[in-house]
């Protein structure tokens, strides 16, 4: 019986061994291929997968560098700021701990809901930025709730500081996170959601040059997502520090001056585009920035109507007024069509059937007068001779109606009509008459402050025109240089052709208006030993008959403007000032005064070429009197 | 016997010869009588025999006394002890019973110290607790601790009291002696304290003598540390820590800590890792209390210091108004030129002074100006020492000059006092 059964065993087991083996065998097989999958061919798959899980990477921001004036005089700094981020790939269920996070972080709780919502299609790894600048508090909050709010993550940056009360608000710009928007564009490539970079002025066009690169931290989590060390660290590199070719003293001068006025001022040193001051007023605060804006500050920047967001000195484009006359000599100067002329000033006179006035009766009067009378008359006169395709020619080489190519963002083009112009882009024929108005700087002519800078600076340099610039060129490298030059194309740096008469004469009757006397038209701007020249324009801000019909609400004063200079002949500083609504020329004037005395004292002081103040001795000696009494008593 | 002497011979000889030697070289050898080891009654022999710089004892003599010498030692010491042994067997036959009976009575005494000891500690223990209870007026529990996790990274005990006492979990637990953790999670019977040590545990502390806030961690080695602060001169050893209040988990004011010591850390930097001693020895704790709920009125010490840690909070909060006063602005531009001002002015001024020395003009000096505008007057001229490129009269005529030349001293204004962006002008 066992036998047989045996016998009956061994035979169904050989029946099935056969089957059996080959089923093992094959088991094996594919267990063998799957293991070899496993390991060698997905092995540095799952081994970043697994590290992934283990190590997370938290960025280290790097620091900004700093921006200093000329003189290395800072400018713009950084102070240490921490913001809480939400990591979301930690918690199941993030919903539950929002009341907690709101309170702890005393933020309303529609706001994170409206934040998750916002970067809801970001992936699960990236943290979002919940809330920058926390207070000690609120770090505290964070540290005391590591075990069971795993998901909020601190990080230390550095933010910025500008100048209070908006100085140099407008040159300096300001940065911000990066848009949606810009992500898209080329030229943010390198950049993630959450970045900070710079929004204007040279925050934004110095950008590469002074955003560092970022660091990273490899911490190592458990399971739970908790920090329990720490695998290696990349530092930051920290930006390049950046110095502006602005010089402190003559930029708070042109601050003051400007000081409760809408308007703008450029100082420029025509001899290499030097940007001594830039001033745009209103102004913003660059430091509402450096944080989350609030609506209500933004709101108010918008609502504001001197547009305190708007870099006026790069950005306004209104009529030049009388100092086109400039450019309208040179013009006459060159064709030779000035030099013989001798207009009688009747207070105006009639051209194309109709009468344009001039606010004085000059008499007869030429260009060695005109300039400095800023005889109305006279430039009538001679726009009537030159047309306005001539004058136009002039005026495009100085540079008006294009874009300086200044370093900074979004420089205004002004306007300069010709005759294709009116046909083109405003589909009406060119009246003869019109050109009688761009001679004394109205009508359709539009500047910047900028332009005028560097136009009426190039003039009195004897043609030659320069690139205006914030930064250094030398401390820049060629492909920088270049870079930023193609960024912000411009005119450049040209020369115009004048004749050392014509050079001599226009100088020379500019230098004329700050003389009191027979032809002065800013006389009372005089500045004592210094050689200062200008011209002032008071530009209508409408045309009379526009002016008739809507002046409710508005502001219908003209603008001052005033070029100055200092010396008459290859200046070492242009200053142009627009006064909005400042009414005279010669008021404008006054803050231009402010600057160029700012400029030349403080390079004398330099040179130590400065007396000693009058007062002083007087006093001393009356305070040693009163000290040698006082031991007597 | 013959044979031996016969068989061995020459060796013999030879042995004889040489102790033969030895002996006459023995006595030919003289030595100091230097050797303190040598017995005294030794020494005193040779000296009677010698010179009395001892200098002529022969060696033989000398080995001779020192074989001798401690044989003669022992032959005493064994006389005397064998005496001394009989006197003390004589004196000493009860002490065994004496014995005895005196370690049962220090082993009483022992216990019974040890039993009052611990008394005592609880009863102070339960006193400082109640004391507690009414000083800072906070509605507690006091709980034992039962176990810890155990684990060496987690740094977690076991509480007796749990969800049916009225735990919730971020509860801080305390001691008189300060803080001890929070409550993790909680059953109904039971719950977990996380001490401060724990590396996910963190508490919101200021320094109390500086005020300085800071952020408490703990860490995986099981210390307490700061490390949130940058190197800071007024810190010092031995500081006591204090919560803060504004982790919206432990109550102001509860004592941490002191500062046990400060070191930098280069993994970290520019922080320094600032180690916390704990006020409370969390090794070894038996009772806690856990805050169930603050009262709203603090007491009065506690009031001072919140008020105290206020101010310093807005200090603190005006950090980055520190840093800007150092940057230009209009008012530093008014103060600097109004001369002296006081107070915040001047302080305001100081920042930024020196960068607008070189502003010559105070409103006061402008001339003319239009009614109700500010800065709109002609500044002042100073008057230059000698004629400049700036002087009237000093440009001369186009004919000789270049356009665009730039003048003589274009490049002094750029390059002598030119200063190295990185290292600016210390105001």
């Known amino acids: 019986m066992d036998l047989e059964s045996i016998d009956r065993k061994e035979k169904l087991s050989a029946a099935k061994l056969h089957l059996s083996q080959y089923v093992v065998a094959a088991v094996l097989v594919v267990l063998g291929c799957w293991l070899w999958r496993l390991q060698i061919l997905d092995a540095n798959n799952y081994r970043v997968l697994a590290e992934q899980n283990r190590i997370r990477r938290v960025p280290v921001l790097a620091p900004r560098g700093r921006i200093f004036d000329r003189y290395g005089r800072l400018l713009v700094d950084n102070y240490p700021s921490v913001t809480c981020f939400l990591v979301r790939d930690q918690v199941k269920d993030m919903d539950a701990d929002l009341p907690l996070i709101a309170s702890g972080l005393h933020l309303p709780l529609d706001q994170i809901q409206t934040t998750l919502r916002h970067y809801r299609y970001t992936p699960k790894y990236e943290p979002i930025p919940l809330k920058q600048d926390i207070t000690p508090d609120e770090q505290a909050f964070i540290a005391a709730h590591r075990d069971d709010l795993p998901e909020l993550e601190t990080l230390d940056e550095q933010r910025r500081v500008y100048p209070r009360d908006g100085v140099l608000a407008h040159v300096l710009g300001y940065v911000g996170e990066v848009s949606e928007a810009d992500l898209n564009d080329e030229r943010y490539a390198a950049y993630e959601p959450g970045d900070v970079v710079g929004k204007s002025g040279i925050e934004e066009s110095y950008d590469e040059w002074l955003r560092g690169t970022d660091g990273s931290r490899d911490i190592v989590v458990n399971s739970h997502g908790k920090e329990v060390g720490q695998m290696g660290e990349e530092l930051a590199k920290p930006g390049h520090d950046l110095r502006l070719t602005i010089d402190l003293d003559v930029q708070m001068a042109a601050e003051r001056a400007m000081e409760g006025k809408t308007g703008a001022v450029v100082a420029m040193d025509p001899h290499n585009g030097d940007i001594l001051a830039m001033v745009s007023r209103s102004a913003f605060d660059p430091n509402q920035f450096s944080v989350r804006l609030s609506p209500a500050y933004w709101r108010s920047l918008m609502d504001d109507p001197n547009h305190p967001m708007m870099n006026k000195a790069i950005q306004a484009q209104l009529a030049p007024g009388s100092t086109f006359k400039i450019i309208m000599s040179l013009a006459g100067l060159q064709e030779n069509v000035a030099q013989p002329m001798k207009v009688m000033c009747n207070g105006g006179g009639v051209f194309y059937g109709q009468f344009h006035a001039c606010d004085k009766h000059h008499g007869l009067v030429d260009i060695e007068h005109a300039i400095p009378w800023s005889c109305d008359t006279f430039f009538y006169t001679l726009a009537e001779k030159l047309g306005i395709d001539t004058i136009a020619r002039y005026a495009q080489s100085v540079g008006i109606g294009q874009k300086t190519g200044i370093d900074l963002p979004e420089e205004a083009t002004g306007l300069m009509p010709t005759v294709l112009w009116k046909e083109k882009v405003m589909h009406q024929p060119w009246y003869p008459g019109e050109v009688i108005s761009v001679g004394i700087g109205q009508g359709a002519v539009e500047v910047t402050p900028l332009q005028l800078a560097r136009a009426l600076g190039g003039i009195a340099s004897g043609g030659v025109l320069v690139r205006p610039h914030l930064v250094f060129p030398s401390e820049l490298s060629p492909e920088e240089l270049e870079e930023i030059q193609t960024e912000f194309p411009g005119s450049g740096d040209k020369t115009v052709p004048i004749s050392p008469q014509n050079w001599e004469l226009i100088t020379d009757g500019m230098a004329q208006t700050t003389v009191p006397g027979e032809f002065d038209t800013a006389g009372p701007e005089h500045l004592e030993g210094i050689d200062f020249a200008g011209k002032t324009g008071t530009a209508q801000v409408m045309s009379h008959e526009a002016l008739d019909r809507t002046n409710h609400g508005h502001n219908t004063e003209p603008n001052a403007w005033f070029v100055g200079m200092a010396p008459r002949r290859n200046p070492d500083i242009v200053v142009v000032v627009l006064w909005e609504h400042g009414v005279w020329g010669e008021h404008a004037a006054r803050l231009a005064a402010q600057v160029i005395d700012a400029y030349v004292t403080e390079q004398r002081e330099r040179a130590k070429n400065l007396q000693m103040q009058v007062a002083v001795p007087e006093v001393k000696q009356s305070t040693v009197g009163v000290g040698g009494a006082a031991p007597a008593e | ?427």
């Open chain 2, 1 to 427: 016997m013959e044979s031996f002497f016969v068989r061995f011979k020459n060796p013999l000889v030879l042995i004889a010869i040489v102790l033969l030697q030895v002996i006459a070289l023995a006595m030919q050898v003289q030595r100091p009588a230097k050797d303190a080891d040598a017995p005294a009654g030794a020494r005193a022999n040779e000296r009677e025999g010698a010179a009395p710089d001892g200098r002529n004892v022969s060696l033989l003599r000398r080995w001779t006394v020192t074989a001798i010498t401690p044989l003669e030692a022992a032959a005493q010491s064994s006389t005397s002890r064998v005496r001394g042994a009989w006197d003390d067997y004589v004196n000493l036959r009860h002490a065994r019973q004496q014995n005895a009976a005196l370690q049962d009575e220090v082993a009483r005494l022992r216990e019974e110290e040890a039993s009052f000891a611990e008394d005592a500690a609880q009863g102070r223990r339960l006193q400082r607790l109640l004391a507690f209870r009414e000083q800072y007026a906070l509605t507690n529990v006091a709980a034992q601790v039962i176990g810890t996790s155990g684990s060496e990274r987690s740094h977690v005990l076991y509480l007796d009291k749990g969800s049916d006492d009225g735990l919730k979990p971020d509860q801080p637990v305390i001691t008189p002696d300060g803080v001890v953790g929070k409550i993790r999670d909680v059953f109904p019977h039971s719950s977990q304290l996380l001490l401060i040590n724990d590396p996910s545990s963190g508490a919101g502390v200021i320094l109390a003598n500086t005020r300085i806030r800071a952020i408490l961690r703990g860490s995986a080695t099981g210390q307490v540390q700061i490390d949130d602060l940058t190197a800071d001169s007024r810190i010092k050893v031995g500081e006591p820590v204090i919560t803060s209040g504004g982790d919206l988990v432990f109550p102001r004011g509860l004592p941490v800590g002191t500062i046990e010591s400060i070191a930098p850390d280069p993994l970290h930097q520019p922080y320094t890792a600032i180690l916390i001693k704990p006020a409370v020895d969390l090794n070894r704790l038996e009772e806690v209390l856990v805050i169930t709920a603050t009262s709203a009125t603090l007491p009065p010490s506690a009031a001072e210091d919140a008020a105290a840690a206020e101010a310093t909070a807005d200090a603190n909060q005006r950090a980055a108004d520190l840093i800007a006063e150092k940057l230009p602005s209009l008012e530093s531009v008014a103060a600097a030129t109004n001369g002296a001002g006081s107070g915040g002015a001047g302080a305001a001024a100081g920042g930024a002074a020196g960068s607008t020395a070189a502003v010559p003009d105070d409103p006061e000096s402008q001339v003319g100006g239009l009614p109700g505008i500010p800065n709109s007057g002609l500044p002042k001229s100073r008057a230059a020492l000698h004629p400049d490129r700036f002087s009237p009269g000093a440009v001369p005529p186009a004919t000789d000059m270049t356009p665009g030349a730039p003048s003589q001293s274009q490049s002094q204004s750029r390059s002598p006092e030119q200063q190295d962006p990185q290292q600016p002008r210390q105001q």
